[in-house]
């Protein structure tokens, strides 16, 4: 402070950092909002259909009674695979959608589960409702940090709108400001 005397009577730009953070911050809300939503979808899909992309080993992606997992097969479970069809088999995994209408009744727990298999096949899944709850959850702290900043035409110091105002120093406190740059003054 004591070296830069100059700087204290400069007007600071409102919101330079408020305006990164507001950006930062919805970008959030709304990344989060897209994660609830989309995984609200899912669990509705899954609750009719059994969807996923699946290899001619056996690995699969996809949503299942409230689960969206990933199962995936080990490199000498496959080369097992190869030599059982005489490499008839392709080596490279070949990726195929898969639908099936059956109705299956819905699962609710574990949240997450987790097994690995001794014969070359490991699987992870997970019940949707995480990334639905953490999405809310995430959206809502997202929206509480939106509601903390001020508004890049708010002055930041005591809130007051400067929408408008000519440059100069914030009515309310006297604290200075440039001038709004949606509404430049002539
Ligand atoms: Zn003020």
Redesign the pocket.
């Known amino acids: 402070m004591a070296g830069k005397p100059s700087t204290s009577r400069e007007p600071r730009p409102i919101g330079r950092g408020v305006v990164r953070q507001r950006r930062i911050a919805t970008v959030l809300l709304w990344t989060c909002l897209s994660i609830s939503v989309a995984s609200a979808a899912l669990w509705v899909t899954s609750a009719r259909w059994t969807a996923f992309w699946m290899t001619q080993f056996g690995d699969m992606l996809g949503v299942k009674a409230g689960y969206a997992g990933y199962l995936w097969t080990s490199a000498p479970f496959r080369r097992e695979l190869i030599e059982a069809t005489n490499r008839a088999m392709p080596s490279e995994p070949v990726w195929n959608w898969h639908c099936d209408t059956r109705r299956i009744p819905m699962e609710w727990w574990p949240p997450v589960f987790f097994s690995r298999h001794p014969t070359g096949l490991a699987i992870i899944s997970m019940h949707l409702g995480v990334p639905f709850g953490m999405g809310l959850i995430g959206a809502f702290l997202a929206r509480r940090w939106l509601r903390r900043l001020p508004r890049p035409d708010q002055?930041p110091?005591?809130?007051?709108f400067t929408h408008g105002l000519p440059a100069g120093v914030?009515p309310?406190?006297?604290?200075p400001i440039p001038p709004s740059d949606r509404f430049p003054q002539i």
């Open positions: 002055c110091a005591c809130g007051y914030c309310e406190c006297g604290r």
